[in-house]
């Protein structure tokens, strides 16, 4: 059983340009959440996505978007990207009735 | 914002003794879960314990919950050189479902051969 997969591992982008990150949850899982995590810092919660609708976001601008489609899988973009949009990128899955988020392993993303 | 604290910011111990990391937040919660990162890769759940539990134990792993400090511990014994990384305490306001996660600052824990 695979767990919660992201790609692509690391990405480098230059000022100005969009990007997108990609999310597979575990298998059975019906929730994704998306998370920022600057250098040095904990991870800092972007948006949830369930049944294919955004269910809560964080303070983030809307630059910042994502969508979830039909197989649960997600993407996070970010248009217009900021040098302070680099970070590593997490996304987690759940089931909207557990209690528990799993965590892929992230896209580092750089913006130069 | 990050929701809260935890202490020590790094700490180092020698491999076999125990580690102690806490955690302070400043919301009432729901659920309460420490999280393990190691080099910047990806969150690994350890423990989850519910606002109306006090201690919970998984194999080497002891966690505390006090909520009229807002405070938790999180116990590692008989540490091994594969302890050594970040971690994470997160809350959650869950009531209807699972809602998103508030980290602290995490604990940077080394592990002395």
């Known amino acids: 059983d695979a767990g919660v997969t992201q790609s692509p591992t690391h990405l480098i982008k230059t000022r100005g340009q969009q990007v997108t990150l990609r999310c597979s949850p575990k298998?059975?899982?019906?929730?994704v959440s998306w998370y920022q995590q600057a250098l040095g810092q904990g991870p800092q919660f972007i948006f949830q996505?369930?049944?294919?609708?955004?269910?809560q976001r964080g303070n983030f601008p809307d630059r910042f978007s994502g969508h979830q489609f039909p197989n649960y899988s997600s993407e996070l973009n970010v248009n217009a990207l900021l040098l302070g949009d680099s970070a590593l990128y997490l996304c987690?899955?759940?089931?909207?009735?557990?209690?528990?988020?799993?965590f892929g392993p992230g896209t580092r993303l750089t913006v130069l | 914002s990050q929701q809260g604290e935890e202490d020590p910011q790094a700490l180092s111990i020698q491999e076999g003794e125990n580690a102690t990391m806490n955690c302070s937040y400043k919301t009432s919660i729901n659920n309460l879960q420490w999280y393990r990162q190691n080099s910047g890769r990806g969150l690994v759940h350890l423990i989850l314990?519910?606002?109306?539990?006090r201690e919970k134990h998984s194999g080497r792993l002891r966690v505390t919950l006090d909520t009229s400090k807002k405070s938790s511990s999180l116990l590692i014994t008989a540490s091994r050189a594969a302890d050594t990384a970040s971690y994470f305490c997160a809350t959650d306001h869950a009531n209807f479902g699972n809602e998103k996660l508030t980290f602290g600052t995490g604990t940077r824990l080394t592990i002395i051969p």
């Open positions: 987690a899955s759940s089931l909207l009735r557990g209690s528990s988020q799993f």
């Open positions: 996505y369930y049944e294919e609708e955004e269910r």
């Open positions: 314990i519910r606002s109306n539990e």
């Open positions: 298998s059975g899982h019906d929730t």
